[in-house]
């Protein structure tokens, strides 16, 4: 291979670090300021005695292939059973990740006469579904249920004839802000279309029982939910709830899921025990909203930034390399706080993205709070 063969991969990493947006690897460091293990159920003991009770009975670590095959293990069918029941849809399918889950629903069930109407900051992963699809897309301004129901109008006039499918997050990632999920329901409903939800940062920590926002839709038909399993549920994977029909139609017709060796059986066993510590251990929710609303508190009255009335706290800084250098200094300090740089975040909104969790306590947030206002105040011309 020569050497410029590789040297257009290169001027790209140098072009990224010019602007700031050069990525790496870091360890873990410090006080979990980031992670999304909000009930803090990835090292608990319980979990751990769960994966350690499947080994003892027998549960295989893999799935030696995909669920079409021999891989559709009786772990994988028991957790989309209590999923199901779990969260009151007709059906769960249990995928690898959030990311196979929402490219898998996007790039198979909207059809070719369709429209996809989404949220302008919707998850990556569902971009890349959407840009497989057959049907057509269009974003629209984020948590504006008006321009969801423009976008609609206009479709239908320039002579649509397919289904609209709305897609959103009940919780988005980068903002903490929520979706005005009733009245997008309302509007699916009303052009005979789906609204699609991913509750990736909701489930778990919102919603009666965990069962996130779209609990209250459990009824309708026309609503497909994506719970992840990676958040606060600690494990990994994703659970799609929908429809019977749906559901079959993606086994059948989602290449991801078709040509995708199966979860691993024993991560299925450990997600159905994080299912139960939900309904068992009520008090990691009480703790975790107690703590949320100290730390978004907290956070108004040190720096002034809006509260987003979640768990996830972001602290806007503007300049790409501003934000490296803020949080680098947060990680020395004993810190784990990371920055979130374009393409992730919209161009001139590099930030801070603190995520609060099970991990940290009042004094920890308040020690943070103070560093970082420090930090952000040195940075200061």
């Known amino acids: 291979m020569t050497l410029d063969a590789l040297g257009r991969y290169e001027t790209t990493l140098a072009w990224l670090g010019r602007k700031g947006r050069r990525r790496a690897l870091a360890p873990q460091h410090g006080v979990d300021f980031t992670s999304n293990d909000y009930l803090a159920l990835a090292d608990s003991p319980r979990l751990k005695a769960a994966i350690a009770a499947a080994i003892d009975r027998g549960v295989p670590v893999g799935a030696g292939g995909s669920r079409l095959l021999r891989g559709n293990h009786l772990e994988h069918e028991a957790l989309e059973t209590e999923a199901a029941e779990l969260f009151g849809t007709d059906r ?25 109407v989404h949220d302008e900051l919707i998850h990556a992963s569902a971009h890349e579904g959407i840009a497989v699809s057959k049907a057509a897309a269009v974003a629209v301004r984020h948590n504006d249920a008006d321009a969801f129901a423009d976008a609609i109008r206009k479709w239908r006039g320039a002579g649509g004839t397919g289904h609209p499918w709305i897609a959103v997050e009940s919780l988005y990632s ?16 009303q052009h005979d279309g789906f609204l699609v939800i991913d509750e990736a940062h909701a489930t778990g920590v919102f919603g009666p029982g965990g069962r996130g926002f779209s609990a209250s839709l459990e009824d309708r ?12 549920l600690g494990v990994s994977g994703a659970l799609l709830g929908a429809n019977a029909i749906l559901c079959d139609y993606l ?46 508190a907290a956070l108004v009255a040190s720096l002034g930034v809006e509260d987003s009335g ?35 975040v919209p161009e001139g909104t590099a930030r801070l993205r603190i995520a609060i969790t099970l991990h940290v306590d009042r004094s920890a947030i308040a020690e943070m709070l103070e560093s970082l206002k420090i930090a952000i105040a040195e940075e200061q011309p």
């Open 251 to 296: 086994i059948n017709r989602a290449r991801g899921f078709i040509y995708s060796t199966a979860p691993s059986p024993l991560t299925a066993a450990a997600v159905r025990e994080a299912l139960r510590m939900l309904a068992d251990e009520p008090q990691r929710r009480v703790e975790f909203d107690e703590l949320r609303a100290f730390a978004n």
């Open 92 to 116: 769960a399918l249990f995928f690898g990740s959030g990311y196979t889950a929402n490219v898998a629903l996007f790039s198979t069930l909207p059809q070719r006469a369709d429209i996809i």
């Open 221 to 232: 038909e026309n609503v497909i939910v994506l719970h992840t399993c990676g958040k606060a």
């Open 310 to 344: 979640s768990q996830i706290l972001p602290v806007m800084i503007g300049d790409n390399a501003k934000a490296v250098r803020i949080a680098a200094r947060l990680r020395a300090e004993g810190f784990d706080i990371r920055a979130i740089r374009p393409p992730t």
């Open 174 to 189: 980068m903002d903490g802000d929520r979706a005005p999920l009733e009245a997008l329901a309302d509007l699916a409903g």
